[in-house]
């Protein structure tokens, strides 16, 4: 980990991607070269899922997470400027249902480089949406484990587990796992650590 302290804004997430391992820095650098980030820079864009944290496996891709108001608008005026810069100019969009607490999304997934990308929109500020506060919960937990739990994780996505599922696990939360991740988002940093270290230590 090349980074301590949170990760709740776009620049600390890409700075944290600079001096990071071989692949962190490459995503970092598909996404300036590509200049990705500053086309959807309206929407409050953010780097979000497992790059970022060093949980990902060969095929992860990265997720980049927007605050939308229209959806049909955001598409219309992305189309072609996401064509332009995808490989061989072909994205491919999908309109989804949130869950009850959350509102309806589009996803527009292209190929930057050898990368996959995933730009998830939702009117919902990017600090309310899911795929952010799992991101917040799982990295505050990885720098309490060390690198102990990042191979743990590792090992459990590489035996099929999802990533919300494979902390989950870890904890010996119960039900939806993607509920309770969310959930520990509302739990300060220290709360969080000590309820994490009531559950499993490494």
């Known amino acids: 980990m090349s980074m301590k302290g949170r990760l709740n804004t776009t620049d600390k997430v890409m700075t944290h991607l600079s001096t ?3 692949r962190q820095q490459d995503a970092c650098r598909v ?3 590509s200049r990705l980030l500053a086309m959807l820079a309206p ?3 953010y780097p979000a899922g497992t790059v970022p944290i060093d949980v990902d496996l060969p095929d992860s891709d990265l997720d980049v997470l927007c605050y939308v108001h229209d959806l049909d608008a955001f598409q219309a005026a992305m189309r072609s400027q996401l064509e332009v810069i995808a490989l061989n100019g072909r994205i491919q ?3 989804g249902v949130g869950d009850s ?3 309806a999304y589009v996803t527009c997934e292209l190929k930057l480089g050898s990368w996959p990308v995933e730009i998830f929109a939702q009117s ?4 309310q949406q899911n795929a952010y506060l799992h991101m917040q919960v799982e990295w505050s937990l990885l720098q309490l484990w060390g690198e102990a739990g990042h191979r743990k994780i590792r090992r459990l996505k590489q035996a099929g587990l999802k990533t919300e ?3 989950a696990h870890v904890l010996g939360l119960e039900g939806n796992p993607y509920i309770a991740m969310r959930d520990l988002a509302e ?3 220290q709360e969080l650590w000590n309820f994490a270290r009531s559950r499993v230590t490494f």
């Open 101 to 103: 607490d959350q509102k």
């Open 20 to 22: 990071g391992n071989q």
């Open 43 to 45: 929407y409050f864009v």
């Open 31 to 33: 996404l300036q070269d």
């Open 124 to 127: 919902v500020p990017i600090d």
């Open 93 to 95: 969009w999908m309109y």
């Open 165 to 167: 599922p494979a902390f």
């Open 187 to 189: 739990l300060k940093e």
